[in-house]
């Protein structure tokens, strides 16, 4: 510690107002509760969180582990390390914390001072960043194993249409076929997955127009799917790769109509916050597994008698090419939305 003794500093208000969350316990029972903890939690009230057993706002995962921190803390005057827990607020909502606590004497008792911090956005960026770097990785792999593989292929059909000149065989028929399903199968792999960004200018484009232009090419099934459009901000536009960014809008609600089996619901919504632009597209559709949610965006997944796994795809690379992000929102049974997000770049 370092002290300058002319400043009589008043410590209580220090801890009072630091940013941390600071909670002093006796055993489990908070005793003192800085307006950080409060905020945390999510109380207004200080009577509200005095006397309450800690393990209320603890996730039921870490009771154990926490009871032995603390004892270690009480009896043996160790200090409990930084680790990555999970808090309760008071509301039900789960958040993601670091915790720490050392011993606390207060007259003859052994208290614990535990310091807490909220990492729930760094953790969040984190699985972000993870399944963009996976999806990337995927996508490298997937597209270099298409290239060597559509190479002999092409060769291969080139042989099979000399062969048929010389001697005919219907089975050959076939055979091209097959193959012209296969190169094509390729083909999209590698448009998809790594499409010709050098070709295309970056230009200005209000997303409102250009929805409303695309989901006028689903007339067809307006009769099934009422469509609503809550667009505001109409007049922000954004500076991106028009066919890509289109085609990546036109996937979305295409796989949007597509999981609305019969009658159902369709929603877009456009505005602008902070200097990005979210477009979010909320169906009223089967709903994607959270085991599932995971694996979008992975070449030739799909859940589809006749999906390519293709789409996100497309739709994930084309975000992630314009330093955007996607949230993926969905319940199975009730429906999913997708909710992109893209920097304005102004
Ligand atoms: N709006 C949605 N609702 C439910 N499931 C979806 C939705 N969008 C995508 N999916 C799931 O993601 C999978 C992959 O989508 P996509 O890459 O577009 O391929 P495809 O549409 O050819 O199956 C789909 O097969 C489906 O299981
Ligand atoms: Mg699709």
Redesign the pocket.
């Known amino acids: 510690m370092a002290i300058d003794d002319t400043y009589e500093l008043n410590f209580q208000k220090l801890i009072d107002h630091s940013l941390n969350a600071i909670i002093v316990l006796r055993n489990k029972e908070i005793i003192y509760a800085n307006d950080s903890a409060l905020e945390l939690v999510g109380i207004d009230n200080h009577f509200d969180i005095l006397h309450v057993d800690f393990h209320t706002f603890l996730h039921p995962d870490y009771h154990d582990l926490c009871k032995e921190r603390l004892r270690r803390v009480r009896e043996e005057l160790e200090i409990a390390q930084l680790s990555e827990q999970k808090l309760i607020k008071a509301d039900g909502t789960e958040i993601d914390i670091e915790i720490m606590a050392v011993p606390y004497q207060h007259k003859e008792e052994a208290l614990a001072q535990v310091t807490i911090r909220d990492i729930s956005k760094r953790k969040q960026a984190e699985k972000k960043l993870y399944h963009a770097e996976k999806l990337s990785a995927i996508g490298e792999i997937s597209t270099g194993v298409a290239h060597e593989i559509k190479n002999p292929l092409t060769a291969v059909k080139g042989f099979v249409q000399l062969l048929k000149t010389e001697h005919y065989h219907p089975y050959l028929d076939i055979v091209s076929k097959e193959l012209d399903n296969a190169i094509a199968t390729l083909t999209n792999l590698l448009q998809v997955a790594k499409p010709d960004l050098e070709n295309e200018p970056s230009v200005s484009i209000h997303l409102t127009t250009e929805l409303e232009a695309l989901l006028s090419l689903f007339q067809d099934q307006f009769y099934r799917v009422k469509v609503e459009t809550r667009f505001y901000h109409e007049e922000q536009s954004i500076i991106g790769k028009k066919n890509l960014l289109l085609k990546a809008f036109f996937?979305?609600v295409?796989?949007?109509f597509?999981?609305i089996e019969g009658d159902g619901q369709l929603l877009v919504e456009h505005f602008y916050k902070e200097n990005a632009v979210y477009v979010k597209?909320s169906?009223t559709?089967?709903?994607?597994s959270q085991d599932?949610i995971k694996?979008?965006?992975t070449p030739f997944?799909?859940?589809?008698a006749?999906?390519?796994?293709?789409?996100?795809?497309?739709?994930y690379n084309t975000i992630h090419n314009h330093n955007g992000t996607i949230e993926v929102l969905?319940e199975v049974g009730k429906?999913?939305t997708?909710a992109i997000q893209l920097p304005c770049g102004n």
């Open positions: 996937n979305l295409k796989n949007a597509e999981a597209i169906d559709g089967v709903g994607i599932k694996n979008l965006g997944f799909s859940t589809k006749e999906g390519t796994g293709m789409g996100l795809t497309q739709v969905s429906g999913t997708f």
